[in-house]
């Protein structure tokens, strides 16, 4: 008798134990979801050559658009998993491609689902019929994505679907689902496989300060008008290293970087992830770029990276430019206006530290004219530069 009283108290410890643990972990995903609070925060997932983006939302709120192939399924749950979410609360699959909803099965059968929208495009694939069954049991109702369907319209938040406009399309790329969100006095442009066509039915409603840039940057999106319209200081492309469609385009970078557009890529710089709080705008990748240019002797030219810059900005705002460089180096800032060299506080020439960080903060004048202006962080054995875009 006397051993069993033993091993019940034992017992009951475990539970205790456990109880104790299961309790500090859901405190910690509660401090995690907390942190997020005010902000939107998106990753754009390193998924190879398909497509993949989790958004953070104010109100422990969650987006996924796209879900890759069938081999990333367990890749994204885990990611979003760890980052304290249980449940998305809007699941967008942009078209019916095997690289845009392959691991979405998995994805409705781990997580509680939200509302769900899917574009009326018509395809049999095997994936595709496997989703709709996937949809079918979890006793969820998809909602037809097009021009008008307003998904969220709060105070500060509005996301919104720009595209289809029509009810058929020859390309399924065509059927893509556009999606514009606007945080405060940020915008953000999701084109997934949207081809030109698109682009010209799209109007006027596509200027943006960050662009997911169509079809991985192929050449079959992003029209010499419609870089032009929406005029973005960040473009995102999703796509594997060494693919054999040759993505992105040599083309279509040179295209955006010739007006201002700062150009991140995940066979580069693996998952990126974009922080705003409605004003400012903090990038943060998970490797660095590698670099792909002409092989150089001078080691140094790789050794001083710009890791965000808060851009654009509205004059009279403030601008935080983060770098990594040599350890314990002195670095020069300068900003270039069209009436020269700026002189803000905060520019003085700083002394990076034990990793090498260097972080300066600037006002823009309210004197300075709207447009794209290079900022350059220099010493006297390497140089960088990087462009700032002042709105209206």
Known sequence: MKKWKILGIFFLLILFVSGCRSENLQGSISENLKSTEGKVIIHFLDVGQADSTFIELPGKRCMLIDAGEKENEEMISNYIKKLGYQKLDYFVMTHPHSDHIGGAKGQIETFDIGAI?????????KTYLHLLTAIEEKGKKITTAKQGVIILD???LKIEILSPTKEEYKNL????????????????????DAETLVEEDLGKNVKADVIKIGHHGSDTSSSIDFVKKVNPSLGIISVGKDNTYQHPSKEIIKRWETIGTKI???????????ETDGNEITVKTSRKKENLGEQTSDKNQESLIIESITSPVKRGEFVEVKMKGKKNTPYQIQVIYSSGASSAKGLEEK??????????????????????YEVKIFNSEEETSTKLQVAE
């Open 264 to 274: 991140y890529r995940t066979d580069e710089e693996g998952t990126i992830i974009l």
């Open 154 to 156: 709060e105070q500060d």
């Open 117 to 125: 929208y899917l574009p009326k495009a018509v395809t049999t694939s």
């Open 351 to 372: 002394i990076s530290d034990d990793e090498g960080n260097i972080c300066w903060r600037f006002q823009v004048s309210s004197r300075v004219n709207p447009g794209t």
């Open 173 to 192: 790329n065509d059927y893509s689902i556009v999606l514009k969100m606007t945080y405060k006095n940020k915008s953000f442009l999701f084109m997934g």
